[in-house]
């Protein structure tokens, strides 16, 4: 089954979430993502340090050299975040679009960004893709760039690729819940929310 525009008459809605509406789903996401931050943190700390065994010299190197200011370093960091961000949902949108065809909505909300296919049924496998694809995508880039970039610069994707995947929390919970599903389920995604629907016969 490909994305589709028409629903078909044998499904119905089984169920929906909308995250503007549900602060204990938002604020358990806010917690289980601080945990996230803490394990990627760890795990790509780990890799970095495999992958760059000469870490530990270069930060020793790194420290005596002239730093940045607070102000100039705050601001890397605030246009880091920004770029992870917005890479995020492109690569959201990117699958989006590769399995419709279309080109999919973005927008923003209060402290956030989305891509979204508002009046699209996408089937489970595809969706899931189109979830997991932020995490998966922008971490394999990101280690493949720290072991060669110079330290002060391999940090700011270090701090990157930790945000972006504490900050995939949302999209964790929900491919769960829709792999749990049965493969003919399909599900609208509307930004902020997204709606599953399932064969009227169950």
């Not at 690729?161 to 819940?177: K, L, W």
């Amino acid at each position: 089954m490909n994305p589709t525009q028409t629903l078909p008459e044998s499904y119905s809605l089984a169920w929906e979430v909308d995250m503007k509406k549900d602060l204990r789903l938002n604020l358990t996401l806010q917690l289980f993502g601080v945990l996230l931050l803490v394990g990627f943190g760890w795990l790509f700390w780990l890799y970095l340090t495999l992958a760059r065994p000469a870490l530990s010299a270069e930060l020793l190197e790194f420290e005596s050299a002239p730093q940045p200011t607070l102000l100039v370093f705050s601001l890397l960091l605030l246009v880091t975040l920004a770029v992870w961000m917005t890479a995020h949902e492109l690569v959201h949108g990117a699958f989006f679009w590769w399995f419709s065809r279309h080109r999919p909505q973005f927008g923003y909300g209060v402290g956030y960004l989305y891509a979204a296919m508002p009046g699209w049924y996408f089937p489970k496998w595809p969706y899931l893709a189109v979830g997991l694809a932020p995490l998966v995508v922008l971490s394999l880039v990101g280690m493949l760039l720290v072991p060669f970039l110079p330290v002060f610069w391999a940090g700011l994707v270090f701090f990157g690729m930790v945000v972006n995947a504490s900050g995939a929390v949302g999209d964790i919970y929900v491919c769960f819940r829709i792999g749990l599903e049965a493969r003919d389920v399909l599900i609208c995604d509307r930004g902020d929310g997204f709606e599953v629907f399932r064969p009227a016969a169950r």
